[in-house]
């Protein structure tokens, strides 16, 4: 286990520089909008801004004023914040990314999260802070070996929290990592204490299970059709092709900008642009990881690792044993996919904290810290109330 600083080489920003100073644009058909993918006109204005105002030296200072660390786990490194509580009898938490997302969601949330007495909060609320990168995603990549699948991070957790000297934990995910939390809770029970998501996928069935839904179980449902008819095309091709798509992100940063800003502005709480949800500089400095490490071909591979388990799988996945950990869910509006309790009760009978957020979305974290902070600890009090 050996200390991390992010340092990244002078050449590799000029490079960047270079490119975007001579981007091929394509062209948009009239009137297209956000309608066939991201609007030519705000990737243009939000490249310039990335070419001209955009700091990256300030955005790793920033992510290096956070302890990072890197370990050789299962064969590969293993990049991970690790924060300390100030107050000792704090609770270990694990929070795990997804896709198009990475450690960086995370920064608005590190400091409340660690030391509530500094943030007006409870000091009985603090966590011990462990938040790594999957596989193959920016400092943990890119792997050099196929097979990295969920349960296979979960392994890679489980080892890495036995490492850093955590018996009992609490796991946390959105996206991705709301399934790898879950294999997380399944695989290492004796040791997690509970599991919080906030990005559950739950279908139904059975058509009879449509019988006696309410009017708002029957939206979530449609918002769930509506993504996987309209909204999981990337899905689909980083399942089954992530070699191909792999040369065109990696060889162009506009590219992988609006691979990745594409959905920021589907599934955050926004208006008309994905700044209406998401900080402009955060937002660039969450595809500054990928870009910067060369890891969108990696990151893709690990639907292809998991394409048996993705709900564009050609025959759905057998369903995992019921989950035998609390559960705390987080629904947050402006997610393309929201769970309905009595489907998931299917799978996690023992829910203890079901919270339907008021705003926020995907990138519950970036976008609504304080409710996500919130929500995290009104769990963490139940858990406590329940001995």
């Known amino acids: 286990m050996e200390p991390f600083r992010i340092d990244i080489p002078q050449s590799d920003l000029d490079d960047l520089r270079r490119r975007l100073d001579t981007v091929r644009w394509p062209g948009e ?4 909008g956000w309608e066939r993918g991201v609007s030519l006109q705000y990737l243009k204005d939000l490249t310039e801004y990335w070419r001209t105002s ?15 660390f890197t370990d050789v786990i299962d064969g590969t490194t293993v990049h991970f914040l690790h924060v300390r509580s100030p107050e000792p009898d704090a609770t270990p938490l694990v929070i795990t990314h997804g896709w198009p997302g990475s450690f960086v969601e ?3 949330v590190v400091e409340p999260l660690t030391n509530p007495r500094a943030h007006g909060g409870d000091p009985a609320d603090a966590f011990h802070l462990v938040v790594p990168s999957i596989p193959g995603f920016g400092f943990s990549g890119p792997t050099s070996e196929p097979g990295w699948t969920i349960p296979r991070v979960a392994q890679a957790w489980a080892e ?14 959105g996206d991705m990592g709301a399934w790898i939390s879950q294999a997380l809770a399944a695989i290492d029970h004796e040791h ?11 279908p139904p069935s059975d058509p009879s299970d449509m019988a006696g839904l309410e ?8 918002l769930l059709n509506a993504f996987a008819v309209d909204g999981s095309g990337y899905m689909k091709i980083q399942s089954t092709r992530p070699q191909t798509l792999a040369y065109g992100l990696t060889d162009s ?6 691979w990745i800003v594409e959905k920021f502005k589907e599934w955050t709480d926004s208006d008309k642009v994905p700044e209406d949800a998401v900080d402009r500089d955060h937002m660039l400095t969450n595809v500054m990881v990928y870009w910067l490490t060369a890891t969108a071909g990696s990151a893709a591979n690990f639907y292809f690792d998991n394409a048996d388990v993705m709900p564009t799988a050609p025959t759905p996945p057998t369903p995992p044993p019921p989950l035998p950990t609390p559960v705390g869910v987080a629904v947050y509006p402006g997610d393309p996919a929201q769970p309905i309790r009595r489907f998931a ?32 600890r009104a769990f963490l009090r139940t858990l406590r109330a329940a001995g």
């Open 54 to 68: 955009y700091d990256w030296r300030a955005a790793e200072a920033r992510l290096n004023s956070f302890p990072q």
């Open 215 to 222: 009017e708002a179980d029957l939206r979530k449902l449609g």
């Open 345 to 376: 009760e299917r799978g996690l009978p023992n829910i203890v904290h079901w919270a339907e957020l008021e705003r926020g979305g995907h990138f519950a974290a970036m976008e609504q810290p304080k409710l996500f902070v919130s929500d995290l």
């Open 106 to 108: 995370f920064l608005d």
């Open 160 to 173: 890495l929290m036995r490492r850093l000297g955590y018996d009992r934990y609490v796991v946390q995910g």
């Open 29 to 32: 058909l009239p009137g297209a």
């Open 253 to 258: 940063p506009v590219g992988q900008l609006a």
């Open 192 to 202: 997690v204490i509970a599991a919080h998501v906030n990005f559950l996928i739950t």
